[in-house]
């Protein structure tokens, strides 16, 4: 059974920068497209990025040249690096195996972690 352990969410102002990471256990991380998901309040889980197994990524338009996702197989570990956040970036970011078009390989989601972008 694959496990998500989410870190590096907090409160910065808007313009500031955050690193998340994401360890993957439970299933060897280089096998799969791994995958980050953002649920801000009151809204469904959408999809921010991805990376392929071959480190291509992917982005939503809303974070093209302010978020990268970079993956460590080595470590099982999943990152994304966010920079001049806005406050619409305010949510719940979680990881999951899987690509941009196949979407997530599991039901099971990690705790995820907060971001909260002030104005």
């Known amino acids: 059974q694959v496990h998500l352990m989410e870190s590096g969410g907090g409160l910065v102002q808007a313009g500031g920068s955050l690193n998340l990471s994401c360890v993957v256990s439970?299933?060897?991380?280089?096998?799969?497209?791994q995958g980050w998901y953002r649920q801000a309040p009151g809204k469904g889980r959408e999809k921010v990025a991805t990376?392929?197994?071959?480190?291509?990524?992917t982005y939503a338009d809303s974070v093209v040249g302010r978020f990268t996702i970079v993956r460590d197989n080595g470590a099982s570990t999943v990152y994304l690096l966010m920079k001049d956040l806005r406050p619409d970036d305010t949510g719940v970011y979680y990881c999951?195996?899987?690509?941009?078009?196949?979407?997530?390989?599991?039901?099971?989601w990690g705790q995820g972690t907060q971001v909260t972008v002030s104005s």
């Open positions: 999951m195996p899987g690509g941009w078009t196949l979407g997530p390989l599991f039901h099971s």
């Open positions: 439970g299933r060897t991380l280089s096998l799969d497209p």
């Open positions: 990376i392929s197994i071959f480190h291509s990524p």
